[in-house]
């Protein structure tokens, strides 16, 4: 069998159209992930923003339990989908995010 009847044969197309279908795949599953990715920190990094700018417009004097704009923050904290946490063991901070620990000793319910 000549060489250009070898890459003509049926089951060589076959496999060229699997392989070329599998790498398309591929590539568009790597291209949504990392926009997901990128959206999420986007998205993560504004809401920070908006936070801080709330925080920086709480009053400095006076005593601390004022309460003075804390209800934008409570409002914020609702429209945004931030959960309230109750009976949390310990938050750590692991590269700018909070992840839910145990204390030492304790078990996981």
Known sequence: MRPIERVLS???LKLNIVL???ASVVVASFVFL???VVFQKYSLNL???Q?????IKLPTGGSADSGYGMEGLLSFARASGMVE???AGVLLEEGG???SGTIPGQQNP
Do not use: G, T
């Open 34 to 36: 990392s926009n997901l």
């Open 47 to 49: 809401r920070k923003q």
């Open 85 to 87: 946490a109750k009976d």
């Open 97 to 99: 995010v909070a992840v």
């Open 20 to 22: 070329a279908i599998l």
């Open 10 to 12: 049926p089951a060589f």
């Open 51 to 55: 936070l801080n700018q709330l925080i």
